[in-house]
Structures are given as C-alpha cells and as structure tokens.
C-alpha cells in the first residue's frame, strides 16, 4: 500500500518529534544526575559530614531533629523539658532560624526543621538526635493528624470563617499548628476539603453514610487512596524521614534542595544517594529511637542522653558553688560594709528557675519514672481532644483497630511511595540493635564492677572487723524475725479471741 506525500510527511515528523522527546528526556536525566551526584559529594564532604570525636558524648548544644508523627512531642515534654531550664532552650522556630547559636546558655534546640540547619549551627559543639518510624504508620498517622487538625475548624460557618479565625491566632504570637512545618501546607489543605465536602452534603439534604471505613468515607473527607496520591503528598509526605534527615525538604536552607528533591522524586534511582547519605547521618547522632520500640527507646535515651545531661548538670552545679563560695569571700574582704542581699537573691532567684533535674537528685532511674508519669498525663489529654475534633466528622473516626481496615493494596501502595523510607527505618533498626546492646552491655558492666568493689573492701577488711560486723548483721537479723513473729502471734489471738 503506497502513501500519499502528506502520510509520509507526517510520519517523519512523528519520528523527529519521538527522537527529539527521547533526546530532551535523556538530557534531562543526564543534568539530574549531575545535580544529585553534585549535593551527594558536598554532602559527604569533611566539612559537611564532620564527626565528633566520640559521637557518643554530647555536646554543648543539643538538635532535636523531629521528624512529624514520631512521638517526638512526648520526648519534649516528658524528657527534654525535665532536663533542660527554659532559659537553655533555643527560641523555636519552625520556618527558619531565628535565634543566634553562638549565644552560650542555648542548649537545646527541639524543632521540624531538616538536617540542613546545621548549616547554621555551630557543628563540632551540636549532637543530633531523632526519632525514626515505620514508614507506613507515619504516614497513616500524618494523614489521620491533618484530619483531626483541620476537623477542628468545621466549628465555623464557613471556610472564610475559619481563615480569618486562625489569622488572628496567628497575629497575636500565639504559636498555632498552622505556623508549623508540614502542617502550614498539610492541615489548610485538608481544611479546605473538609469544608467542600460539607457544604456538597447540605447541598444534597439528607446523607446517609453507609460505609463505617475511615479511610475511604468519601463524603465526609477525602479518601487515603487519593491523599496519598496528590502533589501535597508526593512532595511533603513520601520519603519524608529520608528527605528531612537528608536536608532536602520543602524548608530546606538549602538553595538546591528543591531541585535534588525533584531531580529524586522524578527518577527513582536516583534516590540511592540521598539514601546513603541520611543513613551517614543517622551513624553520627548521638541518639536514634524507634517510636515502635516505644520503651527500650525510652530507657535508651535515658541512658545515653538522660545520664549525661544529668552528669553535666551535677559538674556545672559544683563548679558553680565553688565559684559563689570564692565571690563571696572576696567580697567579704573588699566590700565589707556592703549589703549581700543582692547577692543572697540573684543566688535563690537563679536556683527557683531550676526544674527538678537542676538539684543534682535526679537519677536514670527518677528520669524514667518521670516520663512514665508525664507520657499518661499527655497522651488522655491528646487522645480527649482527638475524640472532640473527630466528632465533627462523625462516623469517621481513627483508632488503632480502624486501621485493620485499610486494604492491602493501599499498604502496598504507601511501601511502593515510600522505598527510601522503607530502607531508611531497616537501617535505623540495626543502629537502635547496636546501640541498646552496648548500652546493656555497659550496665552489666558496671554492676559486675561494684559487686567486686564490695568483694574488695570487704577481703581488705581485718577478721576480727569482719566477724563482728557479720556478728552485728545477725543478731539484727535474728530481732527482726523476733518482731515478725511477735507480730503474727498478736494477730493469730486476737483473731481467736473474736
């Protein structure tokens, strides 16, 4: 079959055209793999990977890289917060850095931003730390959080309502979840969605929801499937963990971090560098938790970080009565017929800000049972205003049965979205294995160490000195028996006399 001359014509400019695509898009790979390649070999860098010593000891400043729906708000209230005064807490910003990290009492630093602002901190005196979750539970988790957020403002009458409520929050300095990264871009979003659908269901009159799944309500909000599927998602929340311990998230002070993100988020195999280097990163943090091993976690960091800070804090305490003790005999001598008054109160004044660890008291073990404490408090407090929010929405609610509920393929489908992620949450399992051996391994240790010191003064100890303590501890022991028996036959009559 011959073909006519305009055929033919079209046909070769169908060819050039398919050419010339194939061309722009291996061209366009080839300047992605230059940009990811190039942020990589910084990033790997001396100067950008430069390590402590002892990555083990802490440092003069502590970041707190939370990652969103870790649990990261339970270890700042219930640990950080007992450990640190108000005063050695860094002004929080959750956009970009509002604070001068060369002022000396800044300790502590608990914030959303990515591994990136450490750009701005000073990096032989940080130690970092972060908390790491299953993949697919912290995205179930951010999408069930921007529900109940947004869920919140369906008080109003209509969505211009709520804008200009938050605004005002927002005006009077007040932080507000909408100032706080990702949920400035997450929670409007859903908000807006909300607010559509339920002005769809006054339009329709009568609603009548038959499905009792939540994560596929679609006349109430909007279904899993779909959330996971849009830009907002793919851009914020897939390899979200990777990305902020990365440094290359959406609020990034990184210049190139928006195009290295994309470069990766378009070419899946180019995200095998960025891996590499969060998983560099994640070797040389003081501390990694995993918020599924909810109380080895604790206790870990108890151990490592806890232990330390309390130690520190025991040192700056001595350092400090030693310096008043030599301050005041100085001016004792100098300024005889001055009035220490102001000194007595600038003393007390200073140890009333102190928290409970700032005594010298406080131990691992009081630590723990602190958070124990506090997580009850924190965690009915949560899950009250959780109920209050999803009632606005109701039947739609998320627990940790509801879950069980999400099909198989939608798990899939979160894995699939989420492979570095995924790689990421497998590494930091072996780093949390070796880490809580070592620390196991450390308290046996020490406990085989004071029960040899206690074998040693007592071998040092003279025979004579030995036998009339083992003497003492007998007949204090033969007393105590006397007492209990003494006891139970008092109870024995009485029981017989009534």
Known sequence: ???????????????????????????????????????????????????????????????????????????????????????????????????????????????????SLMSKLPRERTSVMTIVRDPVARVLSTYEFSVEVAARFLVHPNLTSATRMSGRIRKNNVISTLDIWPWKYLVPWMREDLFARRDARKRKGVVIIEDDNPYDMEEMLMPLHKYLDTPTAHDIIHNGATFQIAGLTNNSHLSEAHEVRHCVQKYKNLGEPVLQVAKRRLDSMLYVGLTEEHRESASLFANVVGSQVLSQLVTSNTTAKTKTTKQEASLTVSESGSDKSEIQNGTSEAASNKIEAKSGNMTVKTLMEVYEGCIGHLRKSQGTRRVNSLKRISPANFTRGTRTRVPNEVIHQIKSLNNLDMELYKYAKEIFVKEHELVSN???????????????????????????????????LLLFLLFLFVNARRRITSKVKI
């Open 1 to 115: 079959m011959r073909m006519d001359p305009i055929s033919k014509l079209a046909l070769v400019w169908l060819t050039l055209l398919g050419s010339v695509l194939v061309s722009f898009a291996e061209l366009e790979f080839g300047h992605c793999e230059r940009v990811v390649k190039k942020w990589a070999d910084t990033s790997t860098s001396p100067r950008e990977e430069h390590l402590n010593k002892d990555k083990r000891s802490l440092q003069d400043l502590l970041f707190f890289l939370h990652v969103p729906r870790t649990g990261g708000r339970t270890y700042f209230h219930c640990f950080l917060r007992k450990l640190y005064d108000n005063a050695e807490e860094c002004p929080r910003s959750y956009d970009k850095l509002h604070f001068d990290p060369r002022k000396q009492k800044c300790k502590l630093l608990a914030t959303h931003d990515d591994y």
């Open 442 to 476: 450390k308290m046996v240790s020490t406990s085989m160490r004071s029960i040899v010191d206690l074998q040693n003064v007592f071998g040092e100890m003279e025979g004579e000195k030995l036998w009339k303590l083992v003497s003492v501890a007998l007949m204090l």
